[in-house]
């Protein structure tokens, strides 16, 4: 917030220097050159050419007006597309665990060319538009200061001027036409000073890399059965503070709860499970194949994840969900939010699975927020869906029913839930102690013990 504060201030000093600049540096001195330059043309008395000298500073004035507004209009559109951007890749930077997760950069891609094609047609309309406002202005004045000249060289061929008074002709169309260039520039300046002078952000391309959609395909490693063996890990949290090493086996078919001191390590044991971390020590094995050996896109195929805290895109509820799996079907969708017991509140808002979610979802409460992210990992269908804290806004009646809904029916699907509260303990059919320990004379920093 205190960034955007000072952003915000720059901003409107901006703003403030482009009016200043534009009034002492160009108006005030061209009007005043105007002023005396119509007065100075007064005494020739060529009442035709101060006619057609003031009708094409009317119509200029006229149309410079106009066309000042429309190009602050598109100018407007381009600076809301660029902070619509700049938007966009905050809740990248802010969701970007997540998307890791789910493995879905193509949807992020996807997205963010829609959204890049429609800022570059704003960026063409408003070129366009702009050239031909000065095609306009370029051929006017060449326009009057033909008529004018020619009027003054028949008039001198004819003997009704001297060579002299063609001169001074020449001289103060030049005097006058000119500077409206200038003026009408500087009033477009501010034009688009007021249509929003805001920060320009830099658009970056995420390099490519290997992980995608396109080498991505859900469904390939899973197998009947999961299991995950902890084999003596430990992580070595630097400043004499470690973990002892942890040793269990996590079967499939059931739902164990990870349970422990705040601080004892039960979400650095989540992200050695995830691939974030590395073990310090000993080995994570999933199906008896060590973890290192999985790529990126064959780990996050297996597990889905929903992290302590709840990372939203502030677009509609349905993008939120289909990140995790963008072909699903609208009956997926469907049970996927009827197990996260979000259906009434889907029937309940006007806009339905549209409603947009707001900045990091603030339009919604703690518990819908969680029930979004745990309805998104229930759609991918993961083997393995490891929940930490993720139901900690709920209140006991519904998280009992959520957590219900989520049980592992198979032994090819198993829940792991890091949690402090006594419903989601009660409703596990194991649980791993986490038990905090320092130094490196730390024993038994972990065990499973009967539901």
Request: aromatic share 8%; charged share 20%; glycine share 8%.
């Amino acid at each position: 917030m205190r960034g955007r504060a000072n952003d915000a201030r720059k901003s409107a000093k901006r703003l403030l220097l482009s009016y200043v600049q534009s009034v002492v540096q160009t108006i005030i001195p061209v009007t005043a050159h105007l002023v005396g330059a119509f007065f100075v043309l007064g005494y020739s008395k060529d009442w035709l050419i101060i006619s057609l000298i003031s009708i094409y500073a009317i119509g200029y004035l006229m149309y410079s007006a106009n066309a000042t507004k429309i190009v602050a209009a598109l100018y407007k559109k381009i600076v809301v597309a660029l902070m619509g951007n700049s938007r966009f890749f905050g809740d990248v930077a802010s969701n970007a665990i997540v998307l890791r997760v789910f493995n879905n950069w193509k949807l992020i891609e996807d997205k963010y060319t829609h959204q890049h094609a429609a800022l570059r047609s704003q960026w063409l309309i408003f070129s366009l538009r702009s050239a031909k406002i000065d095609l306009v202005r370029i051929t006017s004045f060449i326009v009057i200061l033909a008529v004018c000249l020619g009027k003054t060289i028949f008039d001198v061929k004819n003997g009704r001027s001297s060579v002299g008074h063609f001169v001074m002709i020449n001289a103060y169309v030049m005097q006058i036409c000119a500077p409206f260039d200038g003026l009408a520039r500087s009033l477009g300046s501010m034009a688009e000073a007021m249509g929003g002078l805001a920060p320009f952000f830099t658009i970056f391309n995420r390099p490519s890399t290997s992980r995608g959609l396109d080498s991505f395909q859900p469904g390939t490693l899973k197998t009947d059965r999961i299991d995950i063996s902890l084999k003596g890990i430990s992580f070595d949290y630097g400043e004499a503070r470690g973990r002892a090493p942890i040793t269990a086996d996590l079967k499939g078919g059931t739902m164990t709860a990870i349970v422990g001191s705040t601080g004892a390590g039960k979400s650095t044991i989540a992200r050695m499970i995830l691939g974030l971390a590395q073990p310090s020590t000993g080995s994570i094995l999933i199906n008896d194949r060590d973890i290192s050996t999985y790529s990126e896109d064959e780990l996050y195929s297996l597990v889905a994840f929903v992290p302590q805290e709840t990372y939203l895109f502030n677009d509609t509820i349905e993008f939120n969900i289909r990140i995790a799996k963008p072909d699903a079907t609208n009956d997926q969708i469907l049970a996927a939010l009827g197990r996260a017991e979000l259906i009434e509140l889907i029937e309940r808002l006007p806009d339905g699975l549209q409603t947009k979610v707001g900045d990091r979802g603030l339009m919604l409460s703690g518990g819908e927020r969680q029930r979004i992210a745990i309805a998104r990992a229930l759609l991918r269908d993961s083997a393995i869906l490891l929940l930490d804290e993720a139901t900690s806004a709920l209140d006991e009646a519904t998280e009992e029913r959520v957590l219900r809904a989520i049980k592992p029916t198979s032994s090819g699907r198993m829940v792991l839930a890091i949690a402090h509260r006594a419903t989601a303990i009660s409703k596990a059919d194991a649980i791993l102690r986490v038990v905090a320990s320092e130094g490196s004379n730390a024993k038994d920093g972990m065990s499973a013990i009967p539901a």
